[in-house]
């Protein structure tokens, strides 16, 4: 990394395009989801040799609990599988955050369980997976965190932003360097509003079983292009 190079600590991907992956192929829609959660697997490998050490996925937002049941389960599924050979691996602490009492309590026992077996990682990193998980939510209740651990006569005390930021769901990781969107949709959708205040902002027209090394290192040179003012 040259000194002019932004330093990229936090990669987060919205993991999109899986239904029109299936259906460009005239395969069933789990398959999509399978080959999908190979490619999470994938990434952390790629931030590992990268030496990205905090690592997001968006697997399912609280939107998507709208849909079909079975596709519901499709996805917590495929995502428990995936974690799975993550977990296997013992390099990377795998953290959950999101309303998992919202998910099917069976699917929620088995994604608690496969991130107490990384408890004990070697520490290539932290691989966060957002489930059920909705941006907004997550400051409201940050706020409600941060107001209930106060004392009655001091919750009208100012409330400034590292104290909303403990409270997060991602509280002690670093803020967000880069977003990558996949399938050509434009938009954060709702993700990690706070987190990302100083993201670039990376869209990819590729469907997200799809994404090779290839288009993952594309983003990463993309990135180091980028002059990060944040505002000066």
Known sequence: MTAREPELRHVAVILDGNRRWAQGRHVPLEQAYCQGALRV??????????QVRAVTVWALSQDNLHRRPQEVAQILNSVTRGLDRIATTTRWHIRLIGALDRIPAHHAVRLRTLALRSAGARSAGTLTIAVAYDGRADIVTAIRSLLHERAPGERAAPIDESAISRHLSTA???????????????RLSGFMPWQT??????FTVTLWPDFTRGDFDEARRWFAGRQRRQGS
């Open 172 to 186: 002690g990781q670093p803020d967000i360097d880069l977003v990558i969107r996949t399938s050509g949709e434009q």
């Open 41 to 50: 697997h994938d990434l952390v490998t790629w931030c590992e040799q990268a």
């Open 197 to 202: 205040a100083h993201a670039e902002l990376y």
